[in-house]
């Protein structure tokens, strides 16, 4: 059933901390706030947007640093500082004429469950809290910021035979 629902994904949604990132800040003396993202993450995600999928990010954070990682991918859709993740999620998917089984998920906590509850494919990485994974359809057994999105990502592209074409390689 898993491998089934990849076949229909034309979009991927992604949380940001918990899920791009290990979900640690670091703080630094000045207030800025830092993250660490995976580079086989980011090479996924500018893969999928070469190869004509719809990516976007809602986070509750609101970090430039987030921003500019993430429009440095090809993602044009980033959506900061969201307190109701549901509402954005929705607003995307009317203007994008997208269906919801044509949407993989991925969150890793309380605030994207709602979305969750209404996407076609509802992922998490390994280190999710529990009522994330209880709703999850595919649980990574990578923990987030380390490569739980190029799980993701490639086992869709794989399975649509979109992995590796030539369209989509540079970076």
């Not at 993450?41 to 947007?49: L, P, Q, W």
């Not at 719809?54 to 500082?81: E, M, N, T």
């Not at 994008?96 to 044509?102: A, D, I, R």
């Not at 529990?130 to 799980?151: F, H, N, Q, T, W």
């Amino acid at each position: 059933m898993f491998l089934e629902k990849l076949k229909n994904i034309k979009a991927f949604i992604l949380d940001v901390d918990g899920v791009l990132t290990n979900g640690d800040v670091t703080v630094t003396e000045n207030g800025d706030q830092m993250r660490h993202f995976n580079v086989k993450d980011g090479y996924a995600i500018n893969h999928a947007v070469k190869s004509g999928y719809y990516v976007a990010c809602i986070s509750g954070g609101r970090s430039q640093g987030v921003l500019s990682r993430l429009s440095g991918l090809g993602v044009k859709d980033v959506f900061l500082g969201i307190s109701h993740k549901l509402e954005v999620y929705e607003r995307v998917i009317a203007d994008m004429k997208l269906k919801p089984e044509e949407i993989l998920y991925m969150g890793d906590d309380i605030p994207d469950l709602d979305i969750m509850r209404k996407v076609g494919l509802p992922t998490c990485p390994a280190d999710a809290v529990e009522e994330i994974k209880a709703v999850a359809a595919y649980i990574s057994p990578i923990l987030g910021g380390k490569g739980c999105v190029r799980d993701v990502i490639e086992k869709v592209l794989k399975i649509q035979d979109q992995w590796m074409k030539e369209n989509a390689t540079s970076f």
